[in-house]
């Protein structure tokens, strides 16, 4: 049980998480507090509270999951790709870092998401893609941070990792141009595009 509380303790601990961590542990050691209780429970119901361990884990599970409801955070903004790139960036950077000090998102974390995010709104201006804005979608929850990008246009196709030569370099230059971001290696967990006509996604995923 010491562990499972380390584990959860190792992550910001907000008023949801203490309240989990609180009540699972009581009405753990009820089970060794009221024994006689718990030995008149149905037998099948014996089979997953036989143990102290067994009723602080399943408690914590239930009560996680029940509190995990409602849970994710989102903001946004909207961005005029017809606007000043420094001014997009400012704009971005600026939600970014407010977002992350009020979810209390790791330093790495936000830096991270803020140069990928602004890496591919760098392509979608330099390719002219979006007729119009860029509506800009943060949300979060435990687990996975995740920004999404929504214009009319067309689809932005991702690079994935790539080996980067000199002569890669020369030869592709086209293909690098605006591409610096991800050609250091900086990368979203994961990404998925998507399009409904004209209407396009672009979703960046990143591990909390």
């Known amino acids: 049980m010491a562990g499972g509380i380390q584990i959860i303790a190792s992550r910001e601990l907000d008023v949801r998480k203490t309240f989990v961590i609180g009540v699972a542990l009581l009405l753990g050691l009820s ?29 914590a599970i239930v009560l996680n999951l029940v509190f995990h409801l409602g849970s994710r955070r989102s903001t946004g903004l909207v961005l005029e790709v017809a606007g000043r790139r420094e001014a997009t960036d400012a704009a971005l950077a600026e939600v970014i870092a407010r977002t992350a000090k009020s979810w209390k998102l790791a330093p790495e974390v936000a830096a991270r998401t803020r140069d990928v995010t602004e890496g591919a709104v760098h392509l979608i201006q330099d ?29 932005l196709n991702l690079p994935g990792p790539r080996s980067v030569s000199e002569d890669n370099l020369i030869e592709e230059q086209p293909f690098v141009k605006g591409l610096a971001g991800f050609l250091v290696g900086v990368y979203p967990d994961r990404a998925r595009t998507s399009a409904d006509e004209d209407r396009c996604r672009v979703a960046l995923a990143f591990d909390l």
């Open 31 to 59: 089970r060794a507090m009221f024994p006689d209780y718990y030995a008149s429970l149905p037998h099948g119901v014996q089979t997953l509270t036989g143990s102290l361990l067994s009723v602080a884990m399943l408690s």
């Open 127 to 155: 390719g002219r893609l979006a007729d119009g804005p860029i509506t800009v979608r943060i949300s979060a929850d435990e687990l996975t941070l995740e920004v999404v990008l929504e214009y009319r246009g067309d689809l």
